[in-house]
T-cell receptor, first 113, second 115 residues
Framework: AQSVTQLGSHVSVSEGALVLLRCNYS??????LFWYVQYPNQGLQLLLK??????LVKGINGFEAEFKKSETSFHLTKPSAHMSDAAEYFC???????????FGDGTTLTVKP | DTEVTQTPKHLVMGMTNKKSLKCEQH?????MYWYKQKAKKPPELMFV???????INESVPSRFSPECPNSSLLNLHLHALQPEDSALYLC??????????????FGPGTRLTVL
């Protein structure tokens, strides 16, 4: 069984500040981990993914995430927030055997001018 | 073409109506998904088709009926819905098979309102 916990349903940062969105997972098998972003009234867009290999993963729009097995974490960061980063962010863990992903509850990112 | 398209964008229907949602992808993906998403909530998996066969039904009420006519198309037939079924319905696809990691590509969704 898999699960994802996103710590903090709402995160607010100032423009130019560091963005840190937290994700912890539970998986009985080596996990495949994803971060998706959802803008209002749109579908989900993949930001980045971890499968195997390098634990620091770079994605689109300047985001990156680090897989830490010992901490069962996959936190999302961006050095400098832009107004356009305001959105809903979902962390997900995939079970390729079952053919489905489990999503966290989401974190709403607000960027203040 | 890395796009998943969904029609219609918006749909308003009464509880006695029959309507269908459509989803299409031309990425050669062999797995397609229907999700229901309520406001400020994560997507809830409804159905998964793998190689045009229904592989997962997450105990969805029978008033929702999925159909996969071919590897590019996915439909969701709606009948006798309830107001609580109002939500954003998302379609997604992924490239199944060993080592494909189940990365999903999402469509923009259909905003459904049941009166």
């Amino acid at each position: 069984a898999q699960s994802v916990t996103q710590l903090g349903s709402h995160v607010s940062v100032s423009e130019g500040a560091l963005v840190l969105l937290r994700c912890n997972y539970s998986s009985s098998v080596p996990p495949y981990l994803f971060w998706y972003v959802q803008y209002p009234n749109q579908g989900l867009q993949l930001l980045l993914k971890y499968t195997t290999g390098a634990t620091l993963v770079k994605g689109i729009n300047g985001f990156e995430a680090e897989f830490k097995k010992s901490e069962t974490s996959f936190h999302l960061t961006k050095p400098s927030a832009h107004m356009s980063d305001a959105a809903e962010y979902f962390c997900a863990v995939s079970d390729t055997n079952a053919g489905k992903s489990t999503f966290g509850d989401g974190t709403t990112l607000t960027v203040k001018p | 073409d890395t796009e998943v398209t969904q029609t219609p964008k918006h749909l308003v229907m009464g509880m006695t109506n029959k309507k269908s949602l459509k989803c299409e992808q031309h990425m050669g993906h062999r797995a397609m998904y229907w999700y229901k998403q309520k406001a400020k909530k994560p997507p809830e998996l409804m159905f998964v088709y793998s190689y045009e066969k229904l592989s997962i039904n997450e105990s969805v009420p029978s008033r929702f009926s999925p159909e996969c006519p071919n590897s590019s198309l996915l439909n969701l037939h709606l009948h006798a819905l309830q107001p609580e079924d109002s939500a954003l319905y998302l379609c997604a696809s992924s490239n199944r098979g060993s080592g494909t990691h189940n990365e999903q590509f999402f469509g923009p969704g259909t905003r459904l309102t049941v009166l």
